[in-house]
C-alpha cells in the first residue's frame, strides 16, 4: 500500500463534516443497538435510580486499515489455537506443573484449582467442555522486514466479549461506505473510502451463538425424572454494562435455535439452581424467579464473569462457581479450560529452550501449520532467579521494550515499559513468580483514526489497533474427541497510541472495524 494514502488516512473532517458524522453515528448506534449503560462516572446512580439509560458505545469514526495478510491469517489459525487449547485442557498433569508456583502465591488461581480438586474428587458429572475464544493480536513491524507480521497479545478463555457488538460495527462502517446515491456525503473523499471496499463479513454472533447451540444439542435429553425442558443460562456480573452485547448473542440462540436461554446473576447461582442429592447424573436445574412453578434443566452455563478476582467477593460465589463445575451442565469454560487461558500457559508454550510444549500437544499437526503458530508468539520470560526475563525486567535500558502480565482477564491489570523496575521492587520477591514479561508489539507507527466516547466526547490522533478472532470449540475432556470445531467473526479495537491498556470494557479503547490493505 502507498505510504502516502496511509499516512492521510483518515481525511480530515471540518466542523461541520464531524458534527454531521458523530450525530449519524449516535442516531445509528441507538437504532441498532450499538450501546452500553453508561459507567457511574457519566450518570451517577441518583440520576439514573433504575438503570433505564444507555449510550453508544465507545467506536470509532471510520474503520481502520489492517494488513489482509494478518487477518487472514488469523483466521485460518483459529481453529488451530481451538484445538492446542482444547489439548492444554484434557492435560491436567501438565496444567498443575505449570500452575505449580502460582499456586503458592495467587490466590484467585490457587481458589480455582482447588474448585477443580473438590470436584475431581466427587467425580466429574459432565465430561463434555465448550470454549468460545477469542484469540488477540497486533500487527508488528519489524526492522529486519517491511511486511507486516503477526503477533499474539493473549487467548481468552473465559468471557471473550463484545462478539454482538463488534458485527454492528462493522454494518455502522459499511452502511456509512456505501450510502445510495443522493444521500448525503457521510465521509470526505479518499481512495481508500471510495473504492468500493467494505469492511470483511463478520459473523461472530452467528459463530458464537452455533458454539452454544452445539454444546445444548450434544447434552442430550433430560437427566431429571420425570424429565424437564431444557435451556442454556447466562452467567452474567451485577450492574453490567455490556448487557446489549450478551443480548445480542441471547437473540440469535432463542429465535434462530430455538432454545430457551437465561440470564442468572451470579449471586443469585445458589438461589434460583440446585442439584437433585438423589439424582447420581446431577442434573442443574434452574427455577425462574419470574415463575416459581416451572422448572428447566441446564443443558449449558456461559460464563460472562467470574473471570476475575473481584467477581468473588465472599466465599458464597466460590461455592456457586464449585456448585455448577459439579453439576451435569456443560460449561463455557469448565475451571481447567479457564486456567488454561492464564498468561504463563502462553508464556511456556512461547519457550524456545528446553521440552516443545507446542509439538506434543498438536501431535499430527503438519510442521508448516506448528510454524505459523510459533510465528505468532511474542517472546515471552518468566522471572526466575537467574533468568533471562529477570534481567530484562530490572534493567530500565531493557524494560521499556517489555509488559509485565499477571495472570487475569480484562483491562487494566498489566505494567508498562519503564514502570517495571520500580514495581518489581515495590513487592515480595516472592511474588514475581505470579508475573510473565512479554515483548512489546511495534504496531504500524502511522496509524490514525477519530474515536466518539460513550460521553461524547471526540477525540483524534495516532492509534494503535488489535484484532481478535473468534472461535468455537465443543470436545470430550474425558478422551479428547472434538465435536464441534469452527472459526468465525473478529473485534476491532482501537486506543491512542499513548495508552498501554486496550479493553473496551474498562475504558481505554473503542470499538472499530478495518478495511484490508
Excluded at 471540518?14 to 450501546?35: C, H, R
Excluded at 466465599?315 to 462457581?321: G, L, P, S, T
Aim: glycine fraction near 6%; hydrophobic fraction near 35%.
Amino acid at each position: 500500500m502507498d505510504d502516502s494514502i496511509y499516512s492521510s488516512y483518515p481525511p480530515h473532517l471540518n466542523p461541520a463534516q464531524q458534527e454531521y458524522l458523530v450525530t449519524t453515528i449516535k442516531d445509528w448506534a441507538s437504532q441498532n443497538g450499538l450501546v452500553v449503560r453508561p459507567s457511574p462516572a457519566l450518570i451517577s446512580q441518583e440520576s439514573n435510580p433504575h438503570g433505564v439509560l444507555a449510550t453508544n458505545a465507545p467506536v470509532t469514526l471510520f474503520p481502520s486499515l489492517f494488513p489482509k495478510s494478518c487477518f487472514e491469517e488469523a483466521k485460518a489459525l483459529q481453529t488451530v489455537y481451538n484445538q492446542l487449547y482444547a489439548a492444554i485442557t484434557c492435560n491436567e498433569e501438565w496444567i498443575e506443573k505449570v500452575m505449580e508456583d502460582l499456586i503458592d502465591v495467587d490466590d484467585f488461581v490457587s481458589n480455582l484449582w482447588k474448585v477443580h480438586l473438590a470436584v475431581k474428587k466427587e467425580g466429574y458429572a459432565q465430561t463434555l467442555s465448550l470454549g468460545l475464544y477469542r484469540s488477540d493480536y497486533m500487527p508488528n513491524i519489524s526492522s529486519n522486514s517491511k511486511d507486516p507480521s503477526l503477533k499474539q497479545v493473549e487467548f481468552n478463555t473465559i468471557a471473550s466479549s463484545f462478539g454482538g457488538l463488534s458485527s454492528l460495527v462493522a454494518s455502522l462502517h459499511s452502511e456509512l461506505l456505501t450510502s445510495p446515491p443522493g444521500h448525503p456525503i457521510s465521509y470526505p473523499p479518499h481512495p481508500m473510502l471510495t473504492s468500493g471496499q467494505t469492511p470483511p463479513e463478520n459473523t461472530s454472533v452467528e459463530t458464537l451463538a452455533a458454539g452454544l447451540a452445539a454444546a445444548h444439542n450434544a447434552y442430550g435429553g433430560s437427566k431429571s425424572s420425570p424429565a424437564l425442558p431444557s435451556c442454556i443460562l447466562f452467567v452474567i456480573q451485577e450492574n453490567e454494562r455490556n448487557i446489549f452485547d450478551q443480548l445480542a448473542l441471547f437473540k440469535q440462540v432463542t429465535k434462530t435455535h430455538k432454545i430457551p436461554v437465561f440470564r442468572l446473576l451470579s449471586s443469585e447461582i445458589l438461589n434460583h439452581t440446585s442439584i437433585p442429592s438423589s439424582n447420581p447424573s446431577r442434573p442443574l436445574v434452574y427455577t425462574p424467579p419470574h415463575s416459581l412453578s416451572t422448572q428447566f434443566e441446564a443443558t449449558t452455563v456461559y460464563y460472562r464473569c467470574f473471570y476475575a478476582p473481584t467477581d468473588y467477593k465472599s466465599e458464597r460465589d466460590w461455592e456457586a462457581r464449585a456448585h455448577l463445575e459439579r453439576s451435569a451442565a456443560i460449561k463455557c469454560p469448565t475451571v481447567l479450560n479457564q486456567l488454561a487461558g492464564c498468561k504463563i500457559v502462553q508464556q511456556v508454550l512461547a519457550e524456545t529452550t528446553g521440552t516443545d510444549h507446542l509439538s506434543s500437544f498438536m501431535a499430527g499437526t503438519d510442521a508448516n501449520t506448528l510454524a505459523r503458530l510459533r510465528e505468532t508468539f511474542a517472546p515471552q520470560f518468566d522471572l526466575s532467579a537467574g533468568g533471562r526475563g529477570r534481567e530484562l525486567a530490572l534493567n530500565p535500558e531493557t524494560a521499556v521494550n517489555y509488559v509485565l502480565k499477571p495472570q487475569r482477564e480484562g483491562g487494566g491489570n498489566n505494567i508498562y515499559k519503564s514502570a517495571i523496575p520500580d514495581f518489581l521492587r515495590s513487592i515480595p520477591e516472592g511474588d514475581w513468580k505470579r508475573w510473565i514479561l512479554m515483548e512489546l508489539i511495534t504496531p504500524p507507527p502511522n496509524a490514525k483514526n477519530v474515536a466518539l466516547r460513550s460521553d461524547g466526547e471526540v477525540l483524534g490522533g495516532h492509534v494503535i489497533g488489535e484484532l481478535g478472532i473468534y472461535g468455537t470449540i465443543l470436545w470430550d475432556q474425558a478422551g479428547g474427541n472434538i465435536l464441534h470445531n469452527e472459526q468465525g467473526g473478529w473485534l476491532m479495537r482501537t486506543k491512542a497510541k499513548d495508552v498501554n491498556e486496550g479493553g473496551v470494557a474498562s475504558g481505554f479503547s473503542s470499538l472499530d472495524s478495518i478495511l484490508l490493505f
